[in-house]
């Protein structure tokens, strides 16, 4: 591997730096090398020996002001803020021309979620730096916590004005544009962009992410295909293509690109999960499967994966199988409503009355307040003679629908089968009032009681 004479340098040091810590024998640097040993382990994350380097630096170079800024940098780093803050005003006084200086002091600033302070003092440094990039870029940020978005945008604006290549700013720029719902601006800003950069494939990405959202799929696919000509090893440009050739029902075009980033890069479960759906789609059930198979396999965490082959498996009516995969999509995240539904729907379909109930209440207790839901998990207890459990689940119901027939009739039923006549007669008075045609369900759920003489009396008093 060729390395430039610079990086050589660097490993040289690092080296040198690495073999004197484990003798013990001091060897000199000058203070250039200390900073790039710094940088690199900073950059590394490897924050104890960049201490270590700033530590024998300041021994070596005492007076080096850029070593200095490296304790700053570490004391903001452990939140030391005061020592912080002390060591920037000593440096201030003998080099108040640094830019990294006001840098590291807006970065205290932010810290303290002060950024309207360290926007200021950001604004401040760029009178005194040569490059401003870096600068407009850290008040973009600032911008983007005090949520004013257009400003921010404005600020990686002149970022990627000073660099075209500045990804990131070219990436926080339409998130800014996402964020205040202008996709029409943002399409406009990447065109004018393209014009200048015609072969950027992460503009034309997200310019094809726009077209996206307005639903504008055919330019979405054209934006795409230029982002694939521009790189065709762009993993993220054959996902969003594959994603719109769904929206237009051209599932076998969606294989192929989910196919190619399979071949570009280790298979990631979303591109097997979406192969797998074109082909269930596409009435290929037993690739399906395997596809669905292979997703979970790549990604046995993947609660999708688990709930999609169980869809898939309940549409074929194997509820068996798919009330393995429910519990599997369960045991990864156990506060998800639709799981539960499913749950519950499935054991239901089995005959497994008890779990069945069980779901109906996880799904209740996660705030899902359907109707559907308040009723089966009464018939569900009424069945497993639960009468006085089914009845306080219906009165609960009546907190989010009141006037409910179907609820009335219920619990006119059930308080008729446990003998309380005054409440049963109140409720089936209620139902008859809300909705007579209803009474369908006491003959469905109640039969003895609905062919009973208290109940045939009843009638005759409201005929």
């Known amino acids: 591997m060729d390395f430039s004479q610079e990086e050589e340098n660097n490993n040289v040091s690092l080296t040198k730096f690495e073999s004197m810590l484990k003798t013990n024998n001091v060897l000199f640097f000058d203070s250039s090398e200390f900073e790039n040993i710094i940088h690199h382990y900073l950059n590394q994350g490897k924050v104890a020996l960049a201490k270590k380097a700033i530590k024998l630096g300041l021994q070596q170079h005492p007076s080096s002001v850029s070593l200095k800024l490296f304790k700053v940098e570490i004391f903001v780093f452990e939140n030391e803020l005061g020592k912080a803050n002390s060591l920037l005003n000593e440096l201030y006084i003998l080099e108040p021309s640094n830019e990294e200086i006001y840098i590291q002091k807006a970065n205290i600033f932010s810290k303290e979620n002060k950024h309207d302070e360290a926007i200021d003092v950001l604004k401040r440094a760029l009178s005194l730096a040569e490059d401003t990039a870096d600068l407009y870029s850290l008040i973009g940020m600032e911008y983007l916590f005090l949520d004013q978005f257009d400003k921010a945008r404005d600020s990686f604006m002149k970022c990627l004005d000073s660099n075209p290549e500045d990804y990131a700013s070219l990436y926080n720029i339409i998130y ?190 996660l705030e899902h307040y359907e109707l559907e839901s308040w009723l089966i998990r009464s018939d569900l207890l009424a069945e497993l003679g639960e009468a006085q459990a089914a009845a306080l689940n219906l009165i609960q119901a009546q907190d989010f629908f009141p006037e409910n027939a179907g609820i009335e009739f219920r619990l006119a039923g059930l308080y008729f089968q446990l003998l309380e006549t005054e409440k049963a007669t109140y409720h089936f008075r209620n139902a008859m009032r809300f909705d007579a045609e209803h009474i369908i369900i006491l003959e469905e759920l109640f039969p003895e009681i609905y062919n009973s003489k208290l109940v045939k009396n009843l009638l005759k008093k409201k005929q």
């Open 176 to 365: 800014c544009f996402d964020f205040l719902d202008k996709n029409s601006e943002a399409i406009e800003y990447l065109n004018t962009y393209l014009d200048k950069n015609p072969y950027c494939e992460v503009a034309w990405h997200q310019l094809g992410r726009q077209y996206y959202e307005l639903k504008e799929y055919e330019k979405a696919l054209n934006a795409y295909d230029f982002a694939i000509i521009s790189d065709d090893t762009f993993v993220g440009a054959y996902i969003e293509k594959g994603k719109v050739l769904e929206k237009l029902n051209l599932h076998n075009e969606a294989i192929e690109n989910y196919s190619i980033t399979l071949s570009l890069e280790d298979p990631t479960s979303f591109a097997l999960l979406r192969i797998a759906s074109c082909h269930e789609k596409l009435g290929n059930d037993d690739l399906a499967l395997h596809y669905y198979y292979k997703t979970v396999h790549e990604d046995p965490l993947l609660d999708k994966g688990w709930i999609a082959i169980t869809k898939f498996c309940c549409k074929q009516e194997n509820y068996e199988k798919a009330l393995h995969y429910i519990n599997k999509a369960i045991n990864i995240d156990g506060e998800n409503v639709t799981y539960w539904n499913y749950y519950a729907k499935i054991n239901h379909k089995l005959n497994f009355l008890e779990e069945a109930e069980r779901g109906y209440k996880q799904v209740l207790e």
